[in-house]
């Protein structure tokens, strides 16, 4: 599928393996040529407390050391877009969020889209300062099961480590789908660092509570840097190294790029009249 959007009303959590888990839980780890299958819909959690307790109980489960793939054959980008939408808003019924997920998978080498897939739909969860997974997860895992490929290494826009309770959306999706998986986020959600020199490839550490959680990372000359940390399956050198790789000529990877345009061109079109 490339750049279809499919519609669905109510995002629910995948899980792929097929069993009827709480929400969020790992099933069966996905190794790259094998095709995950996602089990029944089940709801999210039902509170701020029951959506911490999942984070708690699977960061136990995320793998911090790798290394991971050194020479990928193919990297996803899973991107998330929001906008106002549906009917027009009354005040018994206010305007809801319409939100659209989008994972591409490139050609490492070249670069080149070789496969993608969207959806359209509602956010899964309220939006809680360190608990964005859980708005996102459920329509990014439907999007990667819509997939022909399985991608090697995925590559969020967003955080892993570099996380309140070190269990950002890269470590979550790499856990539940046992793929590795980065985190490039734009702006900082925890930690200190010093700015890294100006030339690209010059990095420095993200420090959060005295742990290193990430890297500040320059991918071109004078450009603002990105924050990168380790998902899952991968160790912070080799996702550093993988992400200069996918910034030839831009600030962000082209796996953000590429879904970042895929998810925006599929909320335009879902709120275009008729």
């Known amino acids: ?15 792929p393996s097929g069993s009827s888990r709480a929400p969020g839980t790992p099933g069966t780890p996905v190794t790259p040529g094998a095709r995950a299958t996602p089990g029944a819909g089940i709801a999210g959690p039902g509170s701020v407390a029951e ?16 290394p991971g793939p050194s020479a990928p054959a193919t990297v996803a980008g899973l991107d998330v877009a929001y906008a106002e939408g549906g009917d027009r808003p009354s005040r018994s019924r206010p305007r809801q969020v319409l939100l659209a997920a989008a994972v591409t998978v490139l050609d490492a080498r070249t670069l080149a889209v070789v496969d993608s897939a969207v959806g359209v739909g509602r956010p899964a969860f309220d939006y809680v300062p360190g608990l964005f997974a859980f708005r996102e997860l459920p329509a990014l895992l439907g999007a990667l099961d819509r997939l022909t490929t399985i991608p090697d290494l995925l590559v969020c826009d967003g955080h892993g480590l570099a996380h309140p309770r070190r269990f950002g959306l890269a470590c979550h999706l790499g856990v539940v789908t046992g793929l590795p998986a980065i985190g490039v986020g734009k702006t ?19 420090r959060d509570g005295g742990d290193v959680v990430g890297r500040v990372l320059r991918t071109r000359d004078g450009v603002k840097p990105v924050f990168v ?32 345009r895929l998810c925006r061109d599929a909320l335009a079109e879902a709120e275009r009249p008729g």
């Open 51 to 66: 959506a911490v307790a999942v984070q708690e109980e699977l960061r136990s489960l995320v793998d911090l050391v790798g």
């Open 229 to 260: 940390s380790v998902g899952h399956r991968m160790s912070l050198e080799n996702a550093t190294a993988q992400v200069l790789a996918l910034t030839p000529r831009y600030r962000l990877p082209e796996t953000t790029r590429t879904a970042d």
């Open 1 to 15: 599928m490339s750049g279809h959007p499919d519609a669905w009303d109510s995002p629910t959590s995948v899980n």
């Open 188 to 206: 900082p959600l925890v930690g200190t660092w010093d700015p890294p020199s100006a030339e690209r490839g010059s990095w420095s550490p993200l």
